[in-house]
């Protein structure tokens, strides 16, 4: 069975940090790329970053120089450091495991709120 398990989020003071945490298993988790989404109420949910296989990174333009996304494959785990943080990041974040075009996993998502 697999999981894709978030953790991290929670209220932080703009300009603040927090890091996410995203554990998979049930999945041969080095094979697959991994991602950070968001949705905010009333939006669609939006790609935030991803780590390929190989460690290519890529990241939304709103979070460049202020999100750093990384992956250790022996713990199964990708993570999100969010710094210098706004109060247009509040929103839900989502955790994506993905490999080809037809596989992928969610997670439930954890709540990111930037409010003074």
């Known amino acids: 069975q697999v999981q894709v398990v978030e953790s991290g989020g929670g209220l932080v003071q703009p300009g603040g940090s927090l890091r996410l945490s995203c554990a998979a298993s049930?999945?041969?988790?080095?094979?697959?790329?991994m991602g950070w989404y968001c949705q905010a109420p009333g939006k669609q949910r939006e790609l935030v970053a991803e780590?390929?296989?190989?460690?290519?990174?890529k990241y939304a333009d709103s979070v460049k120089g202020r999100f750093t996304i990384s992956r250790v494959n022996a713990k199964n785990t990708v993570y999100l450091q969010m710094d210098s943080l706004k109060p247009d990041d509040t929103a839900v974040y989502y955790c994506?495991?993905?490999?080809?075009?037809?596989?992928?996993?969610w997670g439930q998502g954890t709540q990111v709120t930037v409010s003074s």
């Open positions: 780590i390929s296989l190989i460690r290519t990174t």
């Open positions: 994506n495991a993905r490999r080809g075009e037809f596989e992928e996993y």
């Open positions: 049930g999945i041969a988790f080095g094979m697959y790329t």
